[in-house]
Nanobody, 123 residues
């Protein structure tokens, strides 16, 4: 059984930081391209960041470059999203996603999704 389990969400004040984690079980993590998406209330799910199976070559939504950083640890089957200088508009449910073939940059791309973790940024 494949599982993606996110953690690390919560309530933070504007300007603060959070680090999200996601662990994949049931598959060989090091083979998967990984990504993060988010969905705010009343809005469509949108791409946040991705990292390929071999690491490096990270991609980000243009509006998030410089504030968010994605990384992975294949030994721990984990992908991370470091979020700095958070803004109220970053409030959303954040989802981890995995894709065996191709990049993880569109909603239709992932093979597997996590259940999501809530991030709330207060002003």
């Amino acid at each position: 059984q494949v599982q993606l389990v996110e953690s690390g969400g919560g309530l933070v004040q504007a300007g603060g930081s959070l680090r999200l984690s996601c662990v994949l079980s049931g598959r060989t993590f090091s083979l998967y391209n990984m990504g993060w998406f988010r969905q705010a209330p009343g809005k469509e799910r949108e791409f946040v960041a991705s990292i390929p199976w071999r690491g490096g070559s990270e991609d980000y939504a243009d509006s998030l470059k410089g504030r968010f950083a994605i990384s992975r640890d294949n030994a721990k089957n984990a992908v991370y999203l470091q979020m700095n200088s958070l803004k109220p508009e970053d409030t959303a449910v954040y989802y981890c996603a995995a894709s065996l073939v191709g990049s993880v940059q569109t909603v239709s791309a992932p093979d597997y999704w996590g259940q999501g973790t809530q991030v709330t940024v207060s002003s």
